[in-house]
Structure formats: structure tokens, C-alpha cells
């Protein structure tokens, strides 16, 4: 039984604290106070207490299986943090789907596996019917469930080790994880209805991974017809989950089960949720015992393009859906549900562990080029780009144009650095025959960006065509692809690579994502304002409005602080760039800009350690590194700082305090599997030097007895750790700079 009665550090705003009571772990939360009075508290249970340790902290080491019980005709696929039943007579459904962590059950009611239509007619791939009640699944409804006669029936099953969705070509560093990541795909064999002569066969995949509560689903069509078969729509998802609150009325906004659902066919946002079309969490009108008295409470999950795809499979061809990623939190804890999504990612999607030093370049003057080369080589940093304004067109692929772009790529490897550059795609016009069309008025315009080329008209077509042509003749290792794919729409009945409205979204999409994927083979890095993680781009915008780099240099300090803390809930650090304005952007004058550098060294080593102790790299635009000894020796020291505590300064962010520009704001970087397993840094906005008792929940370094701390580079000394994982440092942080600590092992407890 969980002890009422613990003392709680009442001076410590935002502050976790992990208790532990039998069979369940809790985290009791501080929020926004500055005496006991003021603060509010709650209680979240976390995780069942298992006897395998905290996947997040220990790697799980419960074997991935897939069985086949004869006697109940189930599948059974668990990797010791979920479990996933298939039942396949009279036909296939899952009819368990259970967090082991939680020992919640997912599932409240069957439902087909997806659905197609194809030339017009609507098929359910697999389902049971006749369940007496869908508020939950009782075992021993199953057996009077009834197959679907007009739904394609389930044939069999295999079992096959995971292949990566597209080749990743290691030429930069990143962190040692496999690709693809471990673990099984089953798959769910099915044809059309007895007595349909469609000659289709309908494959349903369920990859799970090792050591997560993580799945990916996806469908494949294969067209074994001696003619092409239009699939007009498909839903590759459909899932009757446990609602997430019950409500008799309709409240603002619904809570949703605990479970992210996210998928590769992303587009047209600066984040997770923005750029997540395909997900749908609608109400499900055949629960009628629900407590919501319209029946609207949001508990049932599709997962399906919100236009078309309306495309053909040629004769004996196939056509795969994308992809879906379901996890599983085991808490409705902010800070854990990001380092677990942060985890996914890396995952999924581990190129995006990369993360180079760039200056971003603002000249293509040759000796401006070679200066900056030399400097960026000098100073440690590992990449150029010919930034946006420098003068740098990728479409031009002359002779000429591609010469002079080549020598200056074998001038930076000569140096052992790569480079790359910025090419604008779609926030653009380029003419009425090849800019979308808008369904509706008939006419280009009222694009998402206003006025965008359709990525599948002449021009977009060439567009990419010439892109790879330069980046191949060149060698460049980088494209900064600005103003990506964001969704539009074309109602363009002449554009050679869709027929109509219906397609447009769909090709345009995988025009640019196979695009993506063909430089994530070439290793070419990507840096691209969209979320475009999944089909191969490395790096987005951490979250920036970019008129903020127009505002004086201490105000500057704050927002990006404040955009690192806000962009790294459900980013990896390495996931996300920032900006640094050497010289002017957008305006603001010289109360904006870093340039002459050796001007303002002060707010320029405020500016790199801001982005480097947070393990984020900035886009350093201007024309040179420095301009003085001086200052070349505070960049040195800087990125010397950052490469020595690399590995921790690149990991997942516990956040302390968000800056405010009233006192103190700080991160902690955590990973249990590094000997130094934590590095915390502070940041003091103030005119003046402060002196602070500051918390640091260590649990997720993996720490459980005592930790070895340094604090600015000095003589470790030893703490003992709470009951909470946590301890209590004293830090004299000194006018608007940092202070930082590095936690260790130290000897083996």
C-alpha cells in the first residue's frame, strides 16, 4: 500500500517524483509553485511494476514470439510489453491486444483488419460479427462470432524476419543502432469472398519490435489480374479501442486513448500531430451502450489517405499502403510519453541520429568559399551549406554551373568536410501549366502555401530529375529542401504524373518521398521543414518564428532556449535545427546580428552554447567562424566542449525548468546505457551571478544508488540518491552564461 505520508521538496517547481508502492510505480508532480500553498499536485501511475526491469532504463530481454495454438485457432505475437491475438476461424480478427506493462487491454471490440475498394466495390479484409456488446470482449463471446461472407477471407499466415524499408547509406557519424531494427513480421494472408472471381489477394502485416510496446501495420494489394485494378480507397487500420475518457456530453476537446498512433504518408506540419493526416479517431455508432448520449466519443481508429489513393496496380503487379506505427505508453505522464515517442523515433527512423556542426555559407564568391571551408575545418565543425541568398541554384545543371559547384565540394573533402545546399521546392508559382490547380475555382492559387507547382507536372517532374543530376555530378553530401510537400491538391486533368483530383495527393506524395529515399541511399543529408522523418529527412526546424532573429541579441538568447525546451518533448536533440544570425535576417539591424563577431563574442558563445549544450546544431548563417584569434579560440573551446560530452549531449532531454527570463532555466540529458549518464546544464538569463539549490531527478540515467558529479569541469564529488532517484545540488550559475554538471557511474555500485 502506497505510504500517504512523504515530504516533497516544496521549493521545487516542475519536480517528479518517483514512488514506489506494490506492483505499481507513481510519479508524484510539483507544478508552478513557490510555497507548499501555491502548488498543485497529482499522482500519475506510471508503470506496473514487472519483474523484468523498466524497458525505458533496462533493455527488455523477454523473447519477441509468434505461436499458433491449435486448440483455439489463435495467433499469439508478445514481446513481454504487449501481446497481440489473432483468432482465424470462422475468419481472422484480433481479439487481444493488452499492454503488459499496464496490464491494460487495448481492445473493446472486433473489427475487420482494413478495408479496400477496388473498381468501385468495398471489401473488409477479415472481421468477425456479432458481438453481443462492444464496451469489451469477453473470451467466451468468441465462439458464436460469425465471419463476413462479402469480406475477404483469411488463408493463412507467415512468419519472416523484418527488411528495411529503404537502404540508409552510413556516411556521417550517428549512433550504433540497427537498421532495420529487431524483431518479426507476421503475416495475414487473404482472398476475395467465396464466389468473387477478382483475381486479388489481400496481405495484412504486423511487424513488432523488440524490447518496445511498438507495432508497424501495413497492407500489400497484389493484382494477380491480366488487366490493372484501380484501388480507389483503402483504411489499413481499424481498431475498436478502449475509450479514452467517458463523457455524457461532448466536452471541447476529447482524451484520447494512450496510444500514438503515427504513419510514414506525413506532410505539411512542424510537428507530430500537425503533419498526421492519415489517423482518425472517429466515434464508433455501433457502441450503443456507450455513456456519450450522441454516440460521438472518439474511440474508434482508421487509419487511411484523406484522398484517394484512386490508382491503379498494373496487371500482376502490387501496391503497398504506408506504413503505421502504433505505441503503447505506459503512462500518462508528459515527460515519459516524450522520451518514449523519442525512442520510437530513433527506432524507425535512426538516420536522424546524425548530426553535424554546419555553417550555413550566405557567399558563392570563391574566396569567400575557401575561407569559409578553411575556417569550418579549423574550428571542428563538419559541414557547409550554400545557404539560401548565396547565390546557389541546384536547377541550373550546365556544364559550367556544375564545375564550379564540384570544385568547391572537392575543396571541402579535401578538408575532410561535407557540403551540400538549399533548393526552394513548393511555397512558390511557377506557371498556370504546372502550379496546382485549385478544385475550386478551376485555377492555380489558394494552395497551402498560396501558390505551389504540382510536384507531378512538367516542371516538378524535371525538377527533381535535375536536383539529382547536381547533387550526383557534384558530390554534394547535403540538400536543404525549403518549402517541401505540404499536401495540396490538383484538379489538373493534364499533368503527366496524376489522372485527376482524386490521385493528385497521393502521387505528389510518394514523387517526393521516393525522392527522399533515394537520397537516404546516397547518404545525402537532409534538412527539410516538414515531417519527413519516416521516408528519410534528418533533421526539421526545432521550432522557431524566423522574424524572432530580428530581435535584439538578449532576446534572441530566450527564444531559442524557450525552442529547444518546447521542441525536444517528442524530439531527439539531433532531430531538430535552431538558428544563429551571424549577419542580418529579415532586419533588426545590429542589435540582431553577431557580425563583426569579435563585437559581441559574448552573445556569439552564448549563442553556441545554448544550441550545443542542448545537443542541437544551429544553422550558423554568414560568411565566415570568426574574425579575430579571439574569438576562433571561444569557438574552439566551445565545439570542444560539445564533442568531448557528444554521446550524452545528443540524448534524450528531462526538463527542468522552462526559461522565463526570471531566474534559471535547465535541462537534463539522459542515457542509462553511457558512463556518463547524464549532463545537466543551467542557464542564467540575469544581469547578475545566482547561487541555486536545484533538483535532479536521475532515474533515467539508470542510476540507483550513488552518482559521481562534476560540475563545470571540476573534481567529481559523490551523492547519494534519494528514494526518488534523484539529488540535491548547489549551483552558482554566472550572468547570462551556463553552469553544467556531468553524472557518472563512477566505480560499479
Same mark, same amino acid.
Given at each position: ?7 516533497v521538496?516544496?521549493?521545487l517547481?516542475?519536480?517528479?517524483i ?16 513557490s510555497?507548499f500553498?501555491?502548488?498543485e ?8 511494476m *514487472? ?13 519477441? @514470439? ?13 514481446n ?11 475468419d ?28 468501385g ?7 468477425? #460479427? ?18 463476413? /461472407?462479402?469480406a475477404?477471407?483469411?488463408?493463412g499466415?507467415?512468419v ?6 529503404? /537502404? ?26 467465396? %464466389?468473387?472471381?477478382l ?7 504486423? +511487424? ?11 497492407? @500489400?494489394i ?22 479514452g ?9 476529447? $482524451? ?28 464508433d ?42 505505441l503503447?505508453y505506459d503512462?500518462?505522464?508528459?515527460? +515519459? ?8 523515433y ?8 546524425e ?14 568559399v575557401? @575561407? ?7 574550428c571542428?565543425f ?25 570544385a568547391f ?31 475550386k @475555382? ?12 504540382c510536384?507531378?507536372?512538367k ?15 557534384t &558530390? ?10 505540404? %499536401?495540396?491538391?490538383?484538379a489538373?486533368?493534364?499533368?503527366? &504524373?496524376?489522372? &485527376? ?6 502521387? #505528389?506524395?510518394?514523387k ?5 529515399r533515394?537520397?537516404?541511399? #546516397? ?19 526545432? %521550432?522557431y518564428r524566423?522574424?524572432n532573429?530580428?530581435?535584439? +541579441? ?5 527564444h ?19 538558428f ?15 557580425e563583426?563577431?569579435?563585437?559581441h563574442?559574448?552573445?556569439?558563445r552564448e549563442? *553556441? ?10 544553422c ?34 528531462i ?17 542509462p546505457?553511457?558512463?556518463d549518464?547524464g ?9 547578475h ?15 540507483t ?7 563545470d ?9 534519494? $528514494? ?5 545540488i ?13 553524472i ?5 555500485e
Open positions: 500500500m502506497l505510504d500517504k505520508s512523504f515530504a521538496p516544496y521549493n517547481p516542475n519536480h517528479p518517483f514512488l514506489e508502492a506494490t506492483n505499481a510505480r507513481f510519479i508524484f508532480t510539483v507544478r508552478n509553485g510555497g500553498n501555491a502548488m499536485f497529482s499522482i500519475t501511475r506510471c508503470a506496473q *514487472l519483474p523484468s526491469p523498466d524497458w525505458m532504463v533496462t533493455p527488455c530481454t523477454i523473447p519477441l @514470439t509468434v505461436t499458433f495454438n491449435t486448440e483455439t485457432d489463435q495467433i499469439s505475437m508478445q513481454g510489453l504487449i501481446h497481440l491475438a489473432f483468432s482465424t476461424k470462422p481472422c480478427a484480433v481479439v487481444g491486444y493488452k499492454n503488459l506493462i499496464t496490464g491494460d487491454s487495448l481492445l473493446r471490440a472486433v473489427s475487420p483488419l482494413g478495408s479496400v475498394t477496388l473498381n466495390t468495398h471489401y473488409d479484409v477479415g472481421g468477425l #460479427q456479432g458481438q453481443p456488446d462492444r464496451a469489451f470482449l469477453r473470451s467466451e463471446w468468441l465462439k458464436d462470432l460469425t465471419a463476413n /461472407p462479402s475477404f477471407r483469411y488463408t499466415y507467415s519472416s524476419e523484418p527488411s528495411e524499408r529503404f /537502404p540508409w547509406k552510413h556516411t556521417r557519424p550517428a549512433q550504433d543502432l540497427p537498421w532495420p531494427a529487431p524483431g518479426k513480421v507476421l503475416t495475414l494472408h487473404f482472398s476475395p469472398p467465396d %464466389g468473387n472471381h483475381a486479388v489477394t489481400v496481405d495484412v502485416h504486423y +511487424r513488432m519490435y523488440e524490447g518496445q510496446p511498438l507495432i508497424c501495420k501495413w497492407l @500489400t497484389n493484382n494477380h489480374e491480366t488487366h490493372a485494378v484501380r484501388v480507389n480507397t483503402f483504411t489499413s487500420e481499424i481498431l475498436a479501442a478502449v475509450e475518457e467517458s463523457s455524457v456530453g461532448d466536452p471541447p476537446v476529447w $482524451r484520447l486513448p494512450n496510444i500514438n498512433v503515427v504513419t510514414d504518408y506525413s506532410y505539411g506540419g512542424d510537428n507530430q500531430a500537425d503533419a498526421t493526416h492519415a489517423v482518425q479517431w472517429v466515434p455508432t455501433e457502441y450503443t451502450t456507450q455513456v456519450n448520449y450522441e454516440l460521438h466519443t472518439p474511440c474508434l481508429l482508421k487509419v487511411q489517405p484523406p484522398l484517394g489513393p484512386d490508382t491503379d496496380i498494373p496487371a500482376h503487379g502490387v501496391m503497398e499502403s504506408f506504413r503505421t506505427w502504433e503503447l503512462s500518462t505522464d508528459r515527460q +515519459r510519453k516524450g522520451l518514449e515517442t523519442c525512442r520510437m530513433r527506432t524507425i527512423a535512426p538516420w536522424t541520429t548530426n553535424p556542426l554546419m555553417l550555413h555559407l550566405t557567399s558563392t564568391d570563391p574566396a569567400v575557401k @575561407t569559409a571551408i578553411d575556417q569550418a575545418a579549423q571542428g563538419e559541414m557547409v551549406i550554400f545557404s539560401f541568398g548565396s547565390g546557389l541554384n541546384m536547377e541550373d545543371v550546365s556544364p559550367e554551373n556544375i564545375a564550379t559547384f564540384k565540394a572537392d575543396y571541402a573533402h579535401s578538408k575532410g568536410l561535407q557540403i551540400g545546399g538549399y533548393s526552394l521546392l513548393a511555397s512558390r508559382s511557377i506557371d498556370a501549366a504546372d502550379d496546382v490547380i485549385n478544385p @475555382t478551376g485555377k492555380p492559387g489558394g494552395a497551402i502555401f498560396g501558390s505551389s507547382p510536384l507531378c507536372s516542371w516538378g517532374i524535371e525538377y527533381f530529375k535535375h536536383i539529382k543530376q547536381f547533387l550526383t555530378a &558530390g554534394f553530401d547535403l540538400l536543404e529542401n525549403d518549402g517541401s510537400y505540404p %499536401g495540396d491538391v490538383c489538373s486533368t493534364t499533368h503527366p &504524373g496524376h489522372h &485527376g483530383l482524386l490521385d493528385s495527393q497521393w502521387q #505528389q506524395f510518394w517526393i518521398a521516393r525522392f527522399y533515394w537520397c537516404r541511399e #546516397q547518404g545525402i543529408y537532409l534538412d527539410v521543414p516538414d515531417w519527413y522523418f519516416l521516408q528519410g529527412s534528418n533533421k526539421s526546424g526545432m %521550432g524566423e522574424t532573429w530580428s530581435l535584439p +541579441r538578449d532576446l534572441q538568447h530566450l531559442a532556449r524557450q525552442n529547444m525546451f518546447d521542441g525536444t518533448w517528442e524530439k531527439s536533440p539531433s532531430m531538430g535545427w535552431m544563429v544570425p551571424l549577419v542580418q535576417y529579415h532586419g533588426g539591424g545590429a542589435a540582431a546580428t553577431i563583426p563577431l569579435h563585437e563574442i559574448d552573445d556569439y549563442c *553556441l552554447m545554448d544550441c550545443l549544450s542542448y545537443g542541437v546544431q544551429a550558423y548563417r554568414g560568411p565566415r567562424l570568426y574574425d579575430t584569434p579571439a574569438v576562433k579560440k571561444m569557438v574552439l573551446n566551445c565545439v570542444a566542449f560539445f564533442k568531448k560530452h557528444r554521446a550524452i549531449l545528443q540524448s534524450d532531454i526538463h527542468l525548468r522552462r526559461p522565463d527570463g526570471q531566474d534559471w532555466d535547465g535541462i537534463l540529458h539522459v542515457n546505457s553511457l558512463h549518464c549532463l545537466a546544464a543551467f542557464f542564467n538569463p540575469l544581469e551571478d545566482i547561487t541555486r539549490i536545484i533538483h535532479l531527478p536521475l532515474y533515467y540515467t539508470g542510476l544508488k550513488t552518482a559521481m558529479v562534476s560540475v569541469g571540476k573534481r567529481a564529488r559523490k551523492y547519494v540518491l534519494n $528514494r526518488q532517484y534523484g539529488i540535491t548547489t549551483v552558482t550559475i554566472p550572468a547570462h552564461s551556463l553552469s553544467w554538471c556531468v557518472s557511474s563512477g566505480a560499479k
